[in-house]
């Protein structure tokens, strides 16, 4: 707000000093000889008069007749003015178009109507633009607190309308995966304290079962045995209860929406392209789209940016930053998108654990990542009725993804 009313002092200031400075100089033209010719060439016709030179009036432009008046002052219907030369009083007929103060009045109007313009759109940037988005500047940081249940209004007008409807649909979305997370951390307490109290019905068995054991209580050999069968079915029990905890660890923990539907092939790769042509310009990584025929695909086409966005940023984060390439094959009513970079340093004996869930190779480094990127990726590329898989070839890995063909 301050720069804007900086600006509107400073814009004023200029256009003030502009109107002021060229009126002035206008006017200093205009009382000046330069402004007023018939006199210059009265005072030159006057001076060959008392030198007693001849003038024709043909070399002058503005006076149009020169009269000695000796009986007596008379009027005329043109301008004129009278000299005094040698004694006697001369009149000196002129005509001349005050075309300067014709000019000024131009300037000043044209002036006027563009100085309206520019307060104009000033004030149209400020009630549009500078007003309504000084409403919504601290919405991004209650956002970043966790504030999520004021929803935003739409604005009237259509400079911030897309703008304020994403940060709403975000909100929206942060506010879900909010209550999500909570149902999650509720169900997994709820898990592990049930699973926790069904442990310890085994576990007691098994340590009074021990403890018999230890101070020799059964001397009978068939009731030893007896013993050591109840004592491996608890362990079976607990074991059955550690596999339902490993098995809810590695079921589906993210709610990725998918909306299936149809795109063109066209359309995704230009969005891919808006990503990170300057992005890998900048990384001095050579990015190179192969020829392709533009097809209609099926599937959710943000989801499917995402999925190439995700391959993408591996191969920048892994890669060694020399080349990424786009190419494209149809097969079975399928297409295939592969992502191939160089400088691959990941063992090959590794590559079928790529797509778990946290799961990170050896060729991590300092890299820091969640290993979640390319399990979103399979699990996206599941939900749109596709598949994705990872190839070596020496310094190369092609991440491929399968889209079915509308």
């Given amino acids: 707000m301050k720069s804007f009313i900086r600006l509107l002092i400073a814009v004023t200031a200029v256009l003030a000093a502009v109107f002021i400075g060229a009126n002035l100089i206008m006017n200093n033209s205009n009382e000046g000889g330069a402004g007023r010719p018939y006199r210059v060439e009265a005072d030159r016709i006057a001076l060959k008069i008392e030198k007693g030179e001849d003038y024709?009036?043909?070399d002058y432009s503005t006076i149009t007749a020169v009269?000695?008046?000796?009986g007596g002052f008379k009027c005329g219907n043109s301008d004129y003015l009278v000299k005094e030369i040698g004694g006697n009083l001369y009149r000196f007929d002129y005509e001349y178009n005050h075309k300067s103060g014709n000019a000024a009045l131009l300037f000043n109007v044209c002036f006027s109507v563009a100085a309206a313009v520019i307060f104009g759109v000033l004030f149209w940037v400020y009630f549009a633009i500078i007003r309504p988005f000084n409403k919504i500047s601290g919405y991004p940081a209650e956002l970043a607190k966790g504030n999520l249940t004021i929803p935003l209004r739409q604005s009237k007008g259509r400079c911030f309308s897309k703008f304020l409807w994403g940060l709403d649909l975000l909100r929206e979305k942060l506010e879900k995966q909010k209550t999500a997370e909570l149902a999650l951390q509720k169900q997994n307490k709820t898990m592990v304290l049930s699973l926790s109290h069904d442990i310890k019905t085994p576990l007691g068995v098994i340590e009074l079962y021990a403890k018999a054991l230890e101070k020799g209580l059964y001397m009978d050999e068939g009731k030893k045995r007896e013993t050591a069968v109840s004592i491996?079915?608890?362990?079976?029990?607990?074991?059955?209860?550690?596999?339902?905890?490993?098995?809810?660890?590695?079921?589906?923990?993210?709610?990725?929406?998918?909306?299936?539907?149809?795109?063109?092939?066209?359309k995704l790769i230009a969005d891919v392209k808006r990503f990170y042509t300057d992005k890998l310009a900048l990384l001095k990584t050579d990015f190179e789209i192969q020829s392709y025929s533009d097809c209609l695909l099926g599937g959710d086409q943000e989801r499917a940016v995402e999925v190439i966005?995700?391959?993408?940023?591996?191969?920048?984060?892994?890669?060694?930053?020399k080349t990424i390439s786009l190419s494209f094959e149809k097969e079975d009513g399928c297409l295939l998108v592969h992502v191939k970079n160089s400088g691959c340093t990941l063992n090959e004996s590794e590559l079928p654990h790529i797509f778990e869930s946290f799961w990170r190779g050896s060729n991590i480094g300092s890299n820091s990542g969640s290993g979640l990127g390319l399990y979103i990726c399979r699990t996206l590329m599941h939900k749109m009725n596709g598949e994705i898989f990872a190839e070596i070839e020496g310094d190369y890995i092609t991440v491929t993804a399968v889209f079915a063909m509308a």
Avoid at 67 to 70: G, I, N, P, R, T
């Fill in 309 to 321: 966005q995700n391959i993408i940023e591996n191969a920048i984060k892994y890669g060694n930053g």
């Fill in 56 to 58: 024709s009036l043909s």
């Fill in 67 to 70: 009269e000695k008046l000796s």
């Fill in 232 to 266: 491996n079915a608890k362990c079976e029990e607990i074991r059955k209860y550690v596999d339902d905890i490993s098995k809810t660890a590695r079921e589906d923990f993210m709610d990725l929406q998918v909306n299936n539907g149809e795109f063109y092939l066209s």
